[in-house]
């Protein structure tokens, strides 16, 4: 069974960085691509950032780019995101998630990953 347990959400203020962690627990992660998912209130989930199996390939939604950054650490079954200039509109619950993927690249959609975290609850106040 495939665990993944996020952490390192809470408040901040406009301007100010997070750093979000998900442990993956079950299965082999290096051979897992992830991504970071979010969703505001009232909203979709959408992709932010994701990463494909070997940590090569990545994506960010331009809405983040240049501002996140999404690392895979295949020795700690471990996958971040480092959140700096955060605005109010990074307002959201954060999920990370995993597939096994048929492709060496990184995957974007919601229904193209089968495990999912909790969520972290990010807010950031002006």
């Known amino acids: 069974q495939v665990r993944l347990v996020e952490s390192g959400g809470g408040p901040v203020q406009a301007g100010g960085s997070l750093t979000l962690s998900c442990v993956v627990s079950g299965g082999t992660f290096g051979t897992y691509a992830m991504g970071w998912f979010r969703q505001a209130l009232g909203k979709e989930r959408e992709c932010v950032a994701a990463?494909?199996?070997?940590?090569?390939?990545?994506y960010y939604a331009a809405s983040v780019e240049g501002r996140f950054t999404i690392a895979k650490d295949n020795a700690k079954n471990t996958v971040s995101l480092q959140m700096d200039s955060l605005k109010r509109d990074d307002t959201a619950v954060y999920y990370c998630?995993?597939?096994?993927?048929?492709?060496?690249?990184?995957?974007?959609?919601?229904?193209?990953?089968?495990?999912w975290g909790q969520g972290t609850q990010v807010t950031v106040s002006s």
């Open positions: 998630a995993a597939v096994l993927p048929r492709h060496s690249r990184y995957y974007t959609e919601v229904d193209e990953y089968p495990y």
């Open positions: 990463v494909n199996w070997n940590g090569g390939t990545t």
